[in-house]
């Protein structure tokens, strides 16, 4: 679906008419395409005192090709661990006014993982202060912190917990397509991909989010570019919109296919499981099973379709349905029904995958929740119980999954655009659009491109987590 307004607003016409009466101007952001470098550019380093994660990050940024200039707070750690390495760096100097655009950074990135007292967050200030009007525009922030349990003292926990506060609040004030984001990294934990998708334009709508990583031994992909090789993925509900999303681009990052739908959308679901064959024909035909998950078979006859072609790494929980109505005028057959699908079916057909086996050791499981499971909505009361439910889902099972290596995991997107929310009234359509931090809705692709990074190999710390896709919607915490 179009969003005329941001259209108009970035034609000259458009932004000129709206610099002239104060309208405000989201800005296209930039997307993963084929063909476009997916890293480059500079990358200035912040730190509070004794910064423990230097060394893992110069490796990576020089692997992703980015220059990086250090701020006085890094300055005298930072410089010796980028000689070591051999990479070249220089000082940070903030950004004059009426600088040229190509003088702005691609990210900021500050290292927090040393900061025991709260007198020590001025060390963000000096920072943030400085450098943030020197992001370009779809730029990245992310900071890096230490899960506040893992603290060895009150001070410490209080103190890293204020950076939840510090992330929400740039991202919110940053502006010009800027996400900002927080890494809660164990001691030890592999923060390689995941840095990945945070500088890259693949999280283009996540901002205003807290990642816990935490210190689970991860692979590394022999490429990057299809981390996913070799794996096979079922997708629920993924004969159209965001399904149909997150089977193209797992696709699309090597993985084979197994995408399931409802008997009435089989000739969708054939379409979009030839198009995945047409884009790329070097991983073969891939596969399309019709079934209800409602249907008291369907887990058995899931289970024995992904069987048949040597079982399953990941698991993607999309399928869904909504039934609205205020509570009161709202019939019972239409709480059953999407409680049953959206949440229930899941239960089951997890219970069996795992059970027999069918999910490989190391799998994933990632289930699609909504910000209404966060924040509830008017109604929606059955709706925002399901999604609430998958996030239950998440947090319950993280641990018990541990032990085969198995990671759980959801999104909740915001405002996403789609044929469903194309039908929503338009003034309530604009309000979703416009109600976040980036000023317009998300696209399929940011949710499924989401799931890929939670799906990959290198995601083997990340767990129990439930990552907004929503361009840090105002709704909900």
């Known amino acids: 679906m179009k969003d005329r307004y941001l259209d108009f607003v970035n034609s000259p016409f458009g932004a000129s008419v709206a610099r ?15 063909g476009r470098a997916e890293f ?6 912040g730190a509070g005192p004794s910064p423990t994660l230097f060394e893992p990050l110069i490796t990576l940024l020089t692997s992703l090709g ?3 200039v250090a701020h006085e707070s890094a300055l005298v750690s930072w410089l010796p661990v980028a000689a070591k390495h051999g990479a070249m760096s220089g000082r940070f100097e903030p950004r004059s006014p009426g600088a040229p655009p190509n003088d702005r950074v691609q990210a900021l990135i500050f290292d927090a993982t040393g900061i025991t007292d709260s007198t020590q967050l001025h060390a963000l200030y000096g920072f943030f202060h400085d450098a943030i009007r020197s992001v370009a525009k779809s730029g990245r922030i992310v900071v890096l912190g230490l899960p506040p349990q893992f603290c060895a003292s009150p001070r410490a926990w209080t103190a890293q917990r204020s950076l939840e506060g510090m992330t929400r609040s740039l991202g919110k004030e940053a502006r010009g397509g800027i996400s900002s984001n927080l890494l809660q990294i164990e001691p030890g934990a592999d923060i390689e991909g995941t840095l990945r998708f945070l500088l890259s334009p693949r999280s283009a709508y996540v901002s205003g989010q807290v990642v816990h990583v935490d210190a689970t031994p991860a692979t590394q992909p ?7 090789a070799g794996k096979r993925a079922l997708v629920t509900g993924a004969a159209r919109g965001i399904g149909a999303a997150i089977a193209q681009v797992l696709a699309d990052r090597g993985a084979h296919v197994i995408g399931l739908d409802v008997p009435q959308a089989q000739d969708a679901l054939d379409q979009t499981m030839l198009a995945l064959e047409d884009a790329w024909p070097s991983q073969g035909a891939h596969t399309a099973i019709v079934a209800d998950i409602a249907a008291p078979d369907a887990p058995a006859t899931i289970a024995a379709a992904l ?4 079982g399953i790494d990941i698991v993607v929980h999309n399928a869904g349905i909504t039934r609205d109505k205020t509570i009161a005028k709202m019939t019972e057959a239409a709480w059953d029904s999407v409680i049953d699908v959206n949440l229930s079916a899941q239960e089951r057909i997890d219970d069996l995958l795992l059970d027999q086996n069918v999910l490989h050791a190391g799998g994933r499981i990632i289930g699609v929740s909504s910000i209404s499971g966060i924040a509830g909505n008017l109604g929606q009361t059955n709706y925002a119980t399901s999604k609430a439910g998958v996030i239950g889902r998440v947090q319950s099972m993280a641990e018990p999954l541990r032990a085969r290596g198995i990671t759980i995991n959801a999104v909740a997107p915001g405002f996403i655009e789609t044929q469903m929310t194309a039908r ?29 990074w939670l799906a990959s190999p290198a995601s083997a710390g990340i767990t129990g987590n439930v990552v907004r896709v929503c361009g840090q919607s105002l709704i909900g915490a």
């Open 66 to 68: 980015m220059t990086t």
């Open 424 to 452: 929503i009234p338009l003034g309530l359509r604009e309000a979703g659009r416009r109600m976040n931090s980036m000023s317009q809705g998300g696209q399929p692709v940011d949710v499924a491109e989401t799931i890929a």
């Open 40 to 45: 480059g550019g500079i990358a200035a380093i």
């Open 20 to 34: 002239s009466i104060g309208l405000p101007q989201p800005e296209v952001l930039r997307r993963q395409a084929q």
């Open 222 to 228: 022999t490429d990057w570019n299809q981390p996913l």
């Open 307 to 310: 069987l048949a072609v040597g």
